[in-house]
């Protein structure tokens, strides 16, 4: 029964990171399991991996912004690469508790060109720069029981900021989840993800952690909501071919100068990436994946500091582009 929690407590804090301007990072914790299965897992889940590099590029798209009253503020095209780090660090555990730590950083550049309007620090028509964003969460997790019935308790506290010496946004996300089902060959839990970000549309997410072998020849389905859903085929015993969609979300921080903007804000992204991909596994513990497919920014806006996204005083629409990613990732240790 306990590997059974243990599973759900590791997806718990994963959801409660990428839902809050988080990268490619999770808490992990390895109590009651072997590192066979942990290392299972985190093949299973990428969120659940020790750490990792992602390298991502994105084809030119077009934009058009409005502001809070809904008129026209600025259009063009807009070209994005983005670099994603983070590494987990257990730190402790006792009787059914775990506490890690996740540090990441986020490098992003933007290129934008035939401008029209206003943008941060009065873009001429050609322009582009660079944005870098750090950041610390302290992950807890607790397995329990109510009335016999196992359930899983997490918590996530982020630091966020593009600057050593200050701390530009504090985010927390509390989650519960039970898990339902635990067989070889499925496994369901349920619960809620609470957010206390400013950049959240939505206080409170649904979780659903669901897993299926659908054939012996190595086929399976994988949800992780609000994370991901995919189709994932084993080709060989270290490599895998899959097909999905995967959510995130990002943010950066700007004090532009210009009266047509917030004296300080924040810019957000909420996107979602699908399309194929692969991964190899090399050794025991280094995987490549490579992917790629259509990248859709669901929302972008720019958020003054002290607001929450319904007051955003910016936002974009942005089509969908084609993008490339290569990730280098290390399986729990």
């Known amino acids: 029964m306990k590997y059974k929690i243990v599973v759900p407590a590791l997806l718990l804090c994963s959801a409660g990171a990428y839902a809050q301007n988080m990268f490619n990072m999770a808490s992990l914790h390895t109590a009651d399991t072997l590192r066979s299965e942990r290392q299972e ?83 001429p028509e050609k322009s582009n720069f660079s944005k870098s964003t750090v950041g610390l969460s302290l992950n807890f997790s607790r397995t329990d029981a109510i009335f016999h019935t196992p359930v899983v308790y997490a918590a996530v506290v982020t630091a966020i900021t593009d600057e050593l010496k ?110 194929p991909g692969f991964e190899y596994l090399i050794g025991k513990y280094v995987m490549l994946g490579i992917s790629g497919g259509i990248n859709t920014i669901a929302s972008a806006s720019i958020i003054a500091k002290g607001d929450n996204y319904k007051d955003a005083s910016i936002m974009n629409t942005n089509k969908a582009t084609p993008f490339g990613e290569f990730r280098i990732s290390l399986l729990p240790f």
């Open 41 to 123: 897992q985190a093949i299973r889940y990428p969120s659940l991996r020790q750490g990792s590099v992602t390298v991502n590029v994105f084809g030119s798209g077009q934009f058009d912004s409005e502001d809070i009253d809904g008129k026209a503020f600025a259009s063009g095209k807009s070209q994005t690469a983005r670099i994603s780090s983070f590494y987990t660090i257990p730190i402790t555990q006792w009787n059914g508790n775990a506490f890690s730590a996740t540090v990441y950083h986020n490098y992003q550049f933007f290129k934008f060109s035939e401008v029209k309007g206003q943008l941060p620090g009065t873009l």
């Open 166 to 275: 200050s701390i530009k946004r504090f985010n927390f996300n509390g989650s519960i989840a039970f898990p339902v089902k635990y067989t070889a060959g499925a496994s369901l839990s349920l619960g809620a993800l609470l957010q206390i970000d400013p950049s959240a549309p939505f206080p409170v997410l649904p979780i659903v952690n669901y897993y299926q072998r659908l054939n012996y020849s190595g086929l399976h389905l994988i949800a992780d909501l609000p994370q991901g859903v995919m189709l994932k085929q084993t080709l060989l015993k270290n490599a895998w071919v899959y097909l999905g969609s995967t959510f995130n979300t990002f943010t950066s921080f700007y004090e532009p100068n210009n009266p047509s903007l917030p004296e300080h804000f924040s810019y957000n992204t909420i996107e979602f990436k699908t399309g």
